[in-house]
């Protein structure tokens, strides 16, 4: 399942690559992306553990920078 979500808050790009990062390694994840232009998530991750996966995304992106926020 391949999903995109909106970014609020997200202010530097260097933490965006990083939430990335972070983000690839998660368990279950096929392939995230970042864009810090136009302020999207996209997760390309196993249909039966998404919702998981997303709270575990969530956490990775408060960890990095706390305003951030993936509208849902």
Do not use: R, W, Y
């Amino acid at each position: 399942m391949k999903k995109t979500f909106k970014l609020i808050d997200l202010d530097c790009a260097n933490c965006a690559a990083k939430m990335e990062n972070g983000i690839k390694k998660l368990d279950g994840v096929i392939d995230a992306k970042i864009s810090f232009m136009t302020q999207k998530l996209t997760i390309e991750a196993e249909d039966e553990s998404f919702d998981k996966i997303m709270k575990q995304a969530q956490k990775v992106c408060k960890k990095i920078e706390p305003d951030c926020v993936i509208d849902m």
